[in-house]
């Protein structure tokens, strides 16, 4: 599978670190919940960039679009149901915040 040039300086230099065979699958199993190479992972961690794990990106993309159709019930009952809607967007909007925070 041939890389993809994502940046305008290629990525031409490696490093070396010793780590147990433990701590490998440790990186490996992190990389695979982020849906990341482990390079992809370590150049992350190292730098500081955010990481967030593979499930919580689909997490928050359903809870968006589950946001869009409460407006859309608001939109087309003419506010009928707004209290609901209301508490139902609140607990939506607390949770993305949460998930998030923890990335």
Known sequence: MPFKTVRPEPLDAVVNVRMTALEKARLKEDADLAGLSVSQLVRRRCFGRRIIANSD?????????????????????????????????????SYIEELSRDH
């Open 57 to 93: 990106a689909v997490m928050l993309k359903e809870l968006r679009r589950i946001g869009g159709l409460l407006k859309h019930i608001h939109n087309e009952s003419k506010g009928v149901y707004s209290k609901d809607t209301a508490k139902a967007l609140a607990a939506l909007k």
